[in-house]
């Protein structure tokens, strides 16, 4: 959905852009020996870019026109905008999939915290041993002992994929470092457990799920860090927490598989990316049949008055029920209806299910969509 928003809204640069183009054509040349036509100039102008939107309304080019260059001039215009929105297609739907992998960066490299943690904690225990002498503070060296860290960090799988996506604090590691001084070794959590005298496999799972619960998933500086590096974080972040909660658990129960592998980023990655690679796709490329259902269904509204999310929300549903045949139309409507309330305005929720239910009911009745595939009980 914000893929084929941000797409839109390029459309509308690209339609200013091909316009801008053809005043270009038409500017006096000021390096010219010649004396330059102005009113002429500006008449061609006034002319090609009348021409270029009227294809643009009604995609044909037909004109009794007979200057030949405001006629040239349109028609670069009209290559110029279509290689534009060519460009823009395909960049952003690869953007749409750049974002969703960069989400697995996100969850490497919060685990990734818990190694700049352990950096940090046998820094400090060195100065200690260099100046002789009792430190002030908590003993923090218990916590490199803390088998579910030790188990991720020391696994096959972390340091592969944290080697291969190369994924690092660099610069940022400071962030890490000023809630590791004024906040986990000042957090009472923290402050029990390295009292313990044999902390338990379960004493280290609950420490670690505490200092990502309560310390890395909502400190104000690391989540403004977090925000930064992920302009998608607050809707992300459910995601990241949910793979890094599962993922620590995975390492504390007993008995560990000798292998133990990081979570994918979901069950089935590449099913997933052809998924909205086509509905992204076909959404975009279907989208004034779409724009006319939705008119036709609308008839009491004015199409145009419709807010645009909504109008793309309708879309990638009749999208996602005319070419995915094994996903029941209930859901469909349903899963939009969440993502209106999620993005769209208050009353978009029962247009947006009002206007799906009926489209539905015409379109099954024509035989437009058809469903089948396993797990489908009826075709409704």
């Not at 590449?270 to 959404?283: C, G, Q, R, S, V």
Request: hydrophobic share 40%; charged share 30%.
């Amino acid at each position: 959905m914000q893929a084929i928003y941000a797409y839109k809204q390029a459309v509308g640069s690209d339609y200013l852009l091909a316009l801008d183009h053809i005043s270009e054509d038409f500017a006096p040349d000021l390096n010219s020996m010649e004396v330059q036509d102005r009113k002429l100039l500006e008449g061609r102008k006034q002319i090609a870019t009348l021409l270029f939107k009227e294809w643009h309304e009604t995609k044909q080019f037909e004109t009794e026109e007979s200057d030949k260059e405001t006629i040239d001039a349109v028609n670069r215009a009209i290559v110029y905008y279509q290689n534009l929105l060519r460009k823009d297609h395909t960049y952003y739907g690869n953007q749409m999939l750049s974002a969703v992998e960069r989400i697995y960066d996100h969850y490497l490299g919060t685990l990734q915290i818990l190694e700049v943690l352990m950096s940090l904690i046998e820094e400090e225990e060195e100065k200690k041993e260099k100046r002789f002498t009792a430190a002030s503070g908590p003993d923090v060296k218990r916590f490199l002992q803390n088998r579910v860290v030790q188990r991720l960090l020391h696994s096959k799988s972390y340091q592969q994929h944290i080697i291969r996506r190369n994924i690092s604090w660099g610069s940022d590691i400071s962030e890490i470092k000023a809630v590791y001084k004024n906040i986990l070794k000042q957090d009472e959590a923290f402050l029990h457990y390295l009292a313990l005298p044999e902390p338990t496999l379960e004493d280290d799972l609950e420490i670690v799920k505490h200092i990502f619960k309560n310390i890395i998933f909502k400190e104000k500086n690391l989540q403004s860090l977090f925000e930064e590096q992920d302009l998608n974080w607050v809707e992300n972040k459910a995601i990241v927490k949910s793979l890094v909660n599962k993922t620590i658990k995975i390492f504390g129960e007993e008995p560990l598989e000798e292998e133990v592998q990081l979570l994918d980023l979901s069950a089935n990655w590449e099913d997933d990316k052809a998924f909205f690679e086509e509905l992204y796709f076909h959404t975009v490329q279907e989208e004034e049949r779409y724009e006319a259902m939705i008119a036709e269904s609308v008839k009491n509204w004015d199409v145009e008055r419709v807010a645009m999310l909504d109008k793309i929300i309708l879309k990638m549903a009749l999208c996602e029920m005319h070419i995915f045949r094994s996903i029941p139309v209930k859901v469909t409507i349903n899963e939009y209806i969440e993502i209106s309330k999620l993005y769209s305005t208050p009353k978009s929720k029962q247009f947006i299910n009002g206007v799906l239910d009926k489209m539905a009911q015409d379109l099954t009745t024509k035989g437009e969509i058809r469903k089948s595939g396993r797990g489908l009980i009826d075709n409704k």
